[in-house]
């Protein structure tokens, strides 16, 4: 029972281990949603405002109007705080206008959102990686671009809408994943675009080269539990693909923090299972231990009660219990019932010569002969009162009850009593044997006075002799 509670408290806590990583998998995946969500929304925004100034290029009132004019017109509100540049280039990759001013002459053919859009008339709306802006001393940004086409559908240049890092980490950092958590934007290429915490470059590397990266691209969204190969740390990953670009938001708590309250309720409930399990077993193998002595006690007391305290025999009321079995156990098998009827010879002259003292030696003496001789299974040897005792012996015939008598008498006049130095006064023993079958005797009773007139019988003959019912003697 105690093993029992064990293994319930193991099952639940391993349950609830499972539905503390479930929840944290439901909990980030809403999170993931909501990053997504504002992402797609600035990038929609985003998009929507290089639609817009295409459009507008296109107009041809707007390509008359004076390029000042035309500059504030286009220029001077950008689509959003987090826009950092906008502008058009060339199809050299020249800047033609822009947000910051009518005069730039910044070169931007070797970006790759240019090139992408040079070499593909259907690239849509490109999404960049991460760059060093040359208009802002290096600040990291991404673009997001569209291609302008000449009005024949020759390459004619990039709209060109710039965001600044700042913002996804902006996003990120109002996210709490955990102490060891992570949120991050990453490019399907493996690029970290930003990452909260953030790390340095010096650790920076391409997640492109994680073995569990694919999963990420091969799937707008997922959940899975891998070491990150940046700081070793294991995380549950859930990732969500942002519609329409090449990004993905990543939101990765530690397993360790998710687990954490679930650690503590394992102690807990580990330490009380096993406290009320060891008490419980505690109390079981007390309980066991007495009922144990209960059990000693009791055959002890049985024992007492069904054993004569002087010669350690049995006493009548075993005999009685025994004959009545055997009796009946004679009724169904033709098997041979013998008794034998042991009595000490002259016993009250030798208790008035020697002693009463010397008389209870002389009966344990006699005691310890008779059993020497009763070792088969279901003899039994029992003190019928006072110097008297009765043999039952099982499957045994005359001839055989006979020969035990015989031993027993031998034993007694010349044996010695064990765990004395002192020899006894002799004495000796008269047996009378008695032996039933199914038929005759027709009793039990019969039997056994059979048996004891047989004994009176060998007291007539001179005591110290053997005599079978019937007339059997052994001298």
Sequence with gaps: MALGVLAISLFTLWASRDAAIEHAHETSKNVTAVLVSNIARTVETSDNSLRSLITALDNPAVQAMDPGLRHELLFNRTAAAYVTGMGITDDHGRVIDGCCSSSHAWDFSDRDYFIAQRQSANAGLYVSSVYRARSRSGAQSIAMTRRVNRPDGSFGGVAVVAVDIGYFKQLLAKLDVGPNGITAIVREDGTLVARNPPISQARMVNLGHSPTFPRMVAQDSGFYAATSSLDGVQRLYTFQRVPGTPLIAVVAPAKSDVLAAWRRLSWIIGVSAFSVSLAFGTVVWLLAFALRDHAKTHVLLTDLTQTDPLTGLRN????????????????????????????????????????????DIA??????????????????????????FVVVLPNTNEAGALQTGEAIRREVEYGRPTGSSAAIPPFTVSIGCATGRRSPPSSLDHLTKSADLALYAAKRQGRNAVVAAGGGVSP
């Design 316 to 359: 009548r009321r075993v005999l009685d219990d025994v004959l009545e079995t055997e009796w009946a156990r004679l009724q169904r098998t033709d098997d041979p019932l013998s008794l034998l009827f042991v009595d000490a010879d002259n016993f009250k002259q030798y208790n008035d010569k020697h002693g009463h003292a010397q008389g």
């Design 363 to 388: 009966l344990k003496h006699l005691a310890e002969c008779i059993n020497r001789h009763v070792r088969r299974r279901g003899e039994l040897a029992a003190r019928y009162g006072g110097e008297e």
